[in-house]
């Protein structure tokens, strides 16, 4: 993994302002009393009850898609769980990450409304999205795919990962002004190192480089695996990470960090 050097958040706001925006019952039998003279005919008519038939439950199909997102800047992150990879559930409303208008540059598809991106979502993963969504006072990073079954995960050696990171943090309010935009967000490349016998993960993610800066400046993570997923809480100054591994023997992973009030963001990679 390369020499990480490690990016402050004062030189990463001003990086990202340069950058951008971007049943029944039955019933018993009847026995009448015999009278003194029988008549003619009598018949007693049995009482019956009707029971219904119970109607068959349609069982709902089990949801496919899981994953985690981050509301904002703050808070835990919450879980996912769906059956479209297209789509998340936040803000009381369904919105959709992929329509035939948005455009890929270098693995990403977004939309933008006066220069604003809404929708910035991954299209360099087989089996899981990550990205952004984005409204005028809210964001949103999240991650979410098809999941390794938990058995299939590996528990012994090791594997390198490699894939991208979108992060993004809410502008000054110069900058605001600057940029009519409340977030700036960028992206980079996205390196793991993944030690399944010790159950541990540790990547860097690649941050903005300023001018007059000749090393490139990465931002480090880890997590602990448990089952096909993996996290680490991070307190006030360290970046909190919850994601999963998705395909086929874990051949991707793809997960959300944060650090409170600062950033937040998302990650995808793939085995190498």
């Known amino acids: 993994m390369k ?38 005919t009598q018949t007693t008519k049995p009482t019956t009850s009707e029971t219904k038939p119970s109607q068959p439950t349609e069982e709902k199909p089990k949801n496919t898609i899981t994953g985690h997102y981050y509301n904002g800047f703050f ?35 977004s939309d933008s409304v006066d ?10 993963l087989n089996h899981a999205r990550v990205g952004l969504a984005i409204r005028q006072s809210d964001v949103v990073a999240f991650a979410q795919g098809k999941e390794t079954i938990a058995e299939n995960v590996p528990t012994v050696g090791k594997a390198h990962y490699k894939g991208q990171h979108i992060l993004t943090i809410e502008h000054s309010k ?3 002004q600057e940029t009519k935009a409340k977030y700036g967000s ?17 990547g860097s993610l690649e941050l903005p480089t300023l001018e007059g800066q000749t090393e490139t400046a990465y931002l480090p993570i880890s997590a602990m695996i448990n089952g096909n997923t993996f ?17 086929e023997n874990a051949s991707e992973m793809a997960g959300v960090y944060q650090k409170m009030n600062k950033f937040t963001g998302a990650f995808g990679a793939k085995k190498q």
């Open 3 to 40: 020499t990480q050097k490690v990016f402050s958040l004062t030189l990463l706001t001003l990086a990202l302002a340069a950058c951008g925006s971007g049943g029944g019952s039955g019933g018993g039998d009847n026995h009448p009393t015999q009278p003194a003279q029988q008549p003619a």
């Open 115 to 124: 220069n604003r991106s809404n929708r910035i979502v991954s299209d360099f």
């Open 75 to 109: 808070g835990f992150a919450s879980n996912i769980s769906s059956n479209d990879i297209n789509a998340i559930r936040v803000w009381g409303t369904d919105i959709q990450l992929i329509d035939p208008a948005m455009k890929s540059v270098n693995g990403w598809l």
């Open 231 to 247: 996290e680490k809480r991070g307190f006030i100054d360290d970046v909190s990470v919850k994601g999963k591994f998705y395909g």
């Open 186 to 202: 960028f992206r980079g490349d996205a390196l793991f190192d993944v030690d399944f016998a010790n159950k541990k993960i540790t």
């Open 174 to 176: 110069e900058v605001q």
